[in-house]
């Protein structure tokens, strides 16, 4: 049963702290998205990676926020120094990109983790 | 920012009736798809439409897209409980397949 996993699931720290969130992507996928997700916002696209590449991480705060993926089996976020407006759920996806000649990567359906619910107090 | 803007933004139907949302974005896509969140839990892929299709079915959703109006609507025939949940499009790029997400529609079914 191939799914994305997160972890922690559930994360409270003081601010000012480090946190870092793990995401184990669907082995084969060459596909990784960071979301984060709240009330006011909706879902955020962070970052995403292909092929263990960044492609693109603008929805992302630079000044503190980094994603990495170290190999392919792990995708990271890391928040330091976290804020309190940082609390929100982190969503991981993952996803297999098709290709076809002259037109890109197409096609790609996500595939979700059950999220990192980050509280920063 | 987002891409797509889901509506209604909340809709509330009868056990058996058929629920239809709609979705509307900005940019040219490759293709549109569908995701449904439950409560406290990740997105869950629905179906993907492409650019050039016009009707697709699975099950009881189906989905319908206008590329001229560059809009999309869910149908869901037959309601059940089990349904209620938020429903999310999600617009994908030409060549890059960044997936960006729309509002969404907190559908709830009365049983």
């Known amino acids: 049963d191939a799914r994305v996993t997160q972890t922690p699931r559930h994360k409270v720290t003081e601010m000012g702290q480090e946190v870092t969130m793990r995401c184990q992507p669907i082995?084969?996928?060459?596909?990784v998205f960071w979301y984060r997700q709240t009330m006011m916002q909706g879902l955020e696209l962070l970052a995403y990676?292909?092929?263990?590449?960044?492609?693109?991480d603008s929805g992302m705060p630079k000044d503190r926020f980094s994603a990495e993926m170290p190999d392919a089996t792990l995708a990271t976020l890391k928040i330091q120094p976290s804020e309190p407006r940082d609390s929100a759920v982190y969503f991981c996806?993952?996803?297999?990109?098709?290709?076809?000649?002259?037109?890109?990567?197409?096609?790609?359906?996500?595939?979700f983790g059950q999220g990192t619910r980050l509280t920063v107090v | 920012s987002q891409q797509g803007e889901e509506d209604p933004q909340a809709l509330s139907i009868q056990e058996g009736e058929n629920a239809t949302m709609n979705c509307s974005y900005k940019?040219?896509?490759?293709?549109l798809q569908w995701y449904r969140q439950n409560s406290g839990r990740g997105l869950v892929h629905l179906i993907l439409?492409?650019?050039?299709?016009r009707e697709k079915h699975s099950g009881r959703l189906r989905v319908t897209l206008d590329t001229s109006k560059k809009s999309s609507s869910l149908l869901i025939t037959a309601s059940r409980a089990a349904d209620t949940a938020s429903y999310f499009c999600?617009?994908?790029?030409?060549?890059?397949?960044?997936?960006?997400f729309g509002t969404g529609t907190r559908l709830t079914i009365i049983p």
């Open positions: 996806a993952s996803g297999l990109a098709q290709f076809e000649l002259g037109q890109g990567a197409r096609d790609t359906e996500a595939f």
């Open positions: 439409i492409r650019s050039n299709e």
């Open positions: 999600a617009t994908g790029n030409f060549g890059n397949e960044k997936l960006t």
């Open positions: 940019t040219s896509i490759n293709n």
């Open positions: 990676f292909r092929n263990r590449a960044p492609l693109d």
């Open positions: 082995l084969g996928h060459n596909t």
